[in-house]
């Protein structure tokens, strides 16, 4: 090592604990907030920021014209930005203390932003919480507080090729564990290559196998989200049940990308578990009156009824500048008429229950399937490292599915691991 | 020695010139009016510098020996420090482990075998093909500056397991390929080959030049006194481009211990985290906002890098032979003469 290398280094060491020095966290900053000022939503002016992530952002600009005409004072101004980006976006929006009034947060993301501080209590008595389904409003809970406002929802069902079924003489709409498996078996003996595809591990898995664990009784979290409860009788059994369906061979370990649509629509698939966009979708790949020939169920029972719930928030940030308006608009979109115009504008499901009283939402059968479900739909718990252990249960859950990992072992992995990232709460 | 020289003092001895010169400079109006006129011209770069370069590296370094976390973005001092802990956590992690035996697997296998086929061009092209060479070299040069997205996309088409290329052709020999990407034997071969064609181009440019300075003369001369093409090219090619090897050697193990690309367009580190690498976990821990642990781990691998450089210098550096000793002395001597 030469004479100023040794001199950089010493120098870089020298700042390093010289920023240190000043360190050290503070009270807890999360307790300090546990209730939110409360809001003026009467005569409201200024302008509003809103982000909005995909088809939201293109549309809601638009959309948004119908609140300014009541409110004529105010003006929104919606930025379209991509979901890849968003993210990060928000998470240096807070950092920098530069944000919208208003954005939309992906469910998962709530416990990460609102630990952050960047967030904005939801004000008690502005929206109703039981408006909404039980699962989405529980998204926007972090630590017991709600800081969002659920705007729309969606949930898994059961995607099953009717002919086949019929072929097969199973049922297409299996209510129990034990049908599921009869249904899937029987449509892959009446000829279909793979009798259903679960997702075998990587991004997303969780979404898929947790519906199972739920049905189980398993649960992520105890009551009070102080502890992680993957190591149950209940999680075992859910796992056990899902690693079935490969090492009996009834669904496939690997599925390239972009083969599910074809090979479902050529009946090699009977069955998958998936979205609302999927109804697009397959009508898409299966041209016109494919989707008659599919049958929407819920999904199985075991001990209970349960899926996955998705969607997104409307969050209101803490430097808002125009706090009063923002959350009116929020409140605007939350309301009934305006989600269910909403959905006719986007497709996007209502989060608020009484918008599936009428319209399309009310007599399309396909679409019942879905209100029915998200009565039962769960969602995690909104924690800021939640990101990080779903990984973790995506990678154990294709060790589970691909190399035969004991399930248990699986479920005492994941437990572990959980623990040592913790909640972060 | 070069201020002795510019001072105009004389022959004196470095040590002595060292104390005695500045000390009379240090109190001269002009030589403060220099100095100062010179920091001014190059504040621009030492502000760029400070600001882009040392600020980041040094707010990574305090990240790393901190408990800092995305939830303490607003208020990034007020964080606890804890020391190695996080470089202990990081090298405790069996999923650091697992990343840190595939990128070392990637690199061990990749780096060589990039150099030795980029080599094996270079040299047909430079001595063997003169017809289309241009072609060839466009050809070979096209990947490094195909977006690898797109090339992601052409990649999978080719490895899937039916009716890909790839397996279409094995299957015509009568072998039944395996689901290339999604197997844990071979997904990391995959990204292996995808890697070496895409860094094949550069180093294909970067040897060529140095073959053309390999002298024709001692090709000649050698061929006359009966040596083979072998012999001429273990005796005569390599030692010459030795330097140019280095530095190819040095910038392609830096690019594949660096390695995320591949990984995250192609399979996000699976079948079972076979091809996780360290650059992607590091991408991946900063995405749980875990700011300290994934700073930890990007030194962990910044030392690899230092490490795997300096066994570059040692392995394909200046030999302590004739022409080494050689070079050395004529560089002292003209240093001594300006």
């Known amino acids: 090592m030469n004479r100023s290398m040794r001199v950089s280094v010493a120098a870089l060491a020298v700042t390093t604990f010289a920023l240190t020095a000043g360190c050290g966290r503070g009270d807890d900053p999360a307790a300090e907030e546990a209730s939110a000022a409360p809001v003026a939503t009467g005569d409201v002016s200024g302008d509003i920021t809103v982000w909005a992530m995909g088809t939201e952002g293109e549309k809601l600009g638009e959309f ?5 005409e009541e409110n004529p004072d105010v003006t929104v101004d919606v930025t379209a930005i991509p979901w890849d980006a968003a993210h990060d976006k928000i998470a240096t929006a807070i950092a920098a203390d530069e944000v919208p009034d208003v954005s939309m947060i992906g469910t998962t993301w709530m416990g990460e932003f609102a630990t952050s501080g960047g967030l904005d209590p939801t004000p008690p008595d502005l929206i109703d919480e039981s408006a909404f389904f039980e699962g989405a409003w529980g998204s926007t809970e972090v630590g017991g507080t709600s800081y969002a406002v659920p705007w729309y929802v969606e949930t898994r069902v059961l995607f099953v090729d009717t002919a086949l079924a019929e072929q097969a003489g199973v049922s297409p709409t299996p209510a129990t564990w034990d049908d599921l498996m009869a249904t899937s078996k029987g449509m892959q003996s009446a000829g279909a290559q793979w009798g259903i595809t679960l997702q075998a591990g990587q991004t997303g898995a969780w979404q898929t196998f947790m519906p199972f664990a739920w049905q189980g009784g398993a649960e992520i979290m105890n009551a009070d989200q102080t502890e992680f409860t993957f190591d149950s009788p209940e999680f075992v059994k859910a796992l056990t ?31 998958f578990q998936s979205g609302p966009w999927h109804i697009g979708i397959l009508d898409d790949t299966g041209g016109e009156g494919f989707l008659d020939s599919v049958t929407l169920a819920p999904l199985p029972a075991d001990e209970k009824q349960a899926s996955f719930i998705g969607g997104s928030n409307l969050a209101v940030f803490k430097g808002s500048e125009n706090r009063d308006a923002a959350w009116k608009f929020v409140q605007w979109l939350s309301q009934p008429e305006v989600q269910a115009e909403w959905y006719a504008e986007t497709s996007d499901l209502p989060a608020v229950q009484s918008a599936w009283e009428e319209g399309d939402l009310a007599s399309d059968p396909a679409l019942a399937v879905f209100g029915e479900q998200m009565t039962t739909a769960m969602a995690p718990p909104s924690i800021p490292t939640w990101e990080q252990i779903s990984n973790v249960i995506d990678t154990e859950l294709e060790k589970v599915c691909k190399s035969g990992m004991d399930p248990q072992e699986a479920a005492t992995a994941i437990q572990q691991q959980a623990e040592a990232i913790g909640t972060g709460l | 020695m070069s201020t002795t020289l510019t001072s105009g003092s004389g022959v004196q001895a470095p040590g002595t010139a060292d104390q005695a010169v500045p000390r009379v400079r240090r109190s001269s109006p002009l030589r403060r009016r220099r100095s100062i006129a010179a920091w001014g011209m190059a504040a621009p770069f030492v502000l760029l510098f400070l600001v882009f370069t040392a600020w980041p590296v040094v707010s990574s370094l305090f990240m790393s020996v901190t408990d800092i976390k995305s939830r303490d973005l607003q208020n990034p001092f007020a964080v606890n420090f804890v020391g190695l802990d996080n470089f202990a956590s990081v090298l405790a992690d069996p999923t650091f482990r697992k990343a840190a035996t595939n990128t070392l697997y990637f690199v061990v296998v990749g780096v060589p075998l990039t150099m030795l086929t980029a080599l094996a061009i270079a040299i047909a092209l430079n001595t063997g093909i ?11 040069y096209m990947p490094v500056v195909t977006s690898i997205v797109a090339v992601a996309v052409v990649w999978r088409f080719l490895l899937r397991p039916e009716n890909g290329l790839v397996n279409e052709v094995l299957g015509w020999v009568g072998i039944t390929g395996p689901d290339w990407l999604g197997s844990t034997t071979w997904a990391m071969p995959s990204l292996i080959a995808m890697a070496v064609w895409r860094s094949l181009g550069t180093l294909v440019v970067i040897f060529l030049a140095g073959l053309q300075s390999v002298p024709k003369a001692l090709h000649e001369a050698a061929a006359l006194d009966g040596a083979t093409a072998w012999q001429r090219l273990r005796q005569i090619t390599i030692p010459t481009i030795r330097p140019t090897m280095l530095f190819a050697g040095v910038i392609t193990g830096i690019g594949f211990l660096q390695f995320f690309e591949e990984p995250f367009v192609m399979t996000q580190g699976g079948p079972l985290n076979s091809t996780l690498s360290v650059a992607y976990l590091v991408y991946n821990t900063f995405g749980f906002g875990n700011y300290g642990v994934a700073a930890a781990m990007s030194y962990v691998l910044f030392a690899a890098v230092v490490l795997l450089t300096i066994l570059q210098f040692k392995v394909l550096g200046e030999r302590d032979d004739a022409t080494g000793a050689k070079r050395r002395w004529f560089r002292r001597s003209g240093g001594a003469s300006a």
Request: no cysteine; glycine share 12%.
């Open chain 1, 64 to 68: 948004a014209s119908a609140f300014t």
């Open chain 2, 130 to 140: 003169t017809r289309l060479a241009g072609f060839f070299r466009i050809g070979y």
């Open chain 1, 241 to 271: 049940y899902y690693q079935s369906f490969f090492t009996e061979g009834v669904a496939p370990k690997e599925l390239p990308d972009g083969t599910l649509e074809p090979d479902f629509v050529a009946g090699k698939i009977g069955a």
